[in-house]
T-cell receptor, first 115, second 112 residues
Framework: KAGVTQTPRYLIKTRGQQVTLSCSPISGHRSVSWYQQTPGQGLQFLFEYFSETQRNKGNFPGRFSGRQFSNSRSEMNVSTLELGDSALYLC??????????????FGPGTRLTVT | GDSVTQMEGPVTLSEEAFLTINCTYTATGYPSLFWYVQYPGEGLQLLLKATKADDKGSNKGFEATYRKETTSFHLEKGSVQVSDSAVYFCALAFYNTDKLIFGTGTRLQVFP
């Protein structure tokens, strides 16, 4: 079956702009999680959506937001971009019972560069 | 807070050498522990996991044992291959939450 897809794969934005990233989970998966990966901070959890509801949230400012649609596809939005938002943004999908029970499958990521 | 600490890389080995990547954790409860691998240009893949103390996770020749007394989950492989070159992440998660807490990653480079 098809894996997790993320669009776009690469993005260049200017400081102050906003950006929307998209994630399509594996068919049948109801949970989508987002992570930010940077050389300095490593992989950090942003938030998780399950059946259109935010179930968990990481320690990021309110400029980072997300949503999930009824088909489980998810979008992540970052407003008022800062240079420090340059990162690889990964999404992961699962059945939603937690990685202890069911595997999280990661997409290839969206590489965001803020200039 | 909950956290994962990994040895810094890169780890550079010759093919067929023995591999150990150290991982220790700090957690307020009893998490499940994971090793993920990231090959160049790809997303993360689950390599192995252990959900309770003394469990051993294994996959593709890699092994790690959940040691509650030392709060550790070291990754080992008896004989590495060039194709094992990648970045390895140790992580923890609590039951019934999809939030993974990752270590900083350890780059492994295997030369023929």
């Amino acid at each position: 079956k098809a894996g997790v897809t993320q669009t776009p794969r690469y993005l260049i934005k200017t400081r102050g702009q906003q950006v929307t990233l998209s994630c399509s989970p594996i068919s049948g998966h109801r949970s989508v999680s987002w992570y930010q990966q940077t050389p300095g901070q490593g992989l950090q959890f942003l938030f998780e959506y399950f059946s259109e509801t935010q179930r968990n949230k990481g320690n990021f400012p309110g400029r980072f937001s997300g949503r999930q649609f009824s088909n489980s596809r998810s979008e992540m939005n970052v407003s008022t971009l800062e240079l420090g938002d340059s990162a690889l943004y990964l999404c992961a999908s699962s059945l939603g019972q937690g990685p202890s029970t069911d595997e999280q499958y990661f997409g290839p990521g969206t590489r965001l560069t803020v200039t | 807070g909950d956290s994962v600490t990994q040895m810094e890389g890169p780890v550079t080995l010759s093919e067929e050498a023995f591999l150990t990547i150290n991982c220790t954790y700090t957690a307020t409860g009893y998490p499940s522990l994971f090793w993920y691998v990231q090959y160049p240009g790809e997303g993360l893949q689950l390599l192995l996991k252990a959900t309770k103390a003394d469990d051993k996770g294994s996959n593709k020749g890699f092994e790690a044992t959940y040691r509650k007394e030392t709060t550790s989950f070291h990754l080992e492989k008896g004989s590495v291959q060039v194709s094992d070159s990648a970045v390895y992440f140790c992580a923890l998660a609590f039951y019934n939450t999809d939030k993974l807490i990752f270590g900083t990653g350890t780059r492994l480079q295997v030369f023929p």
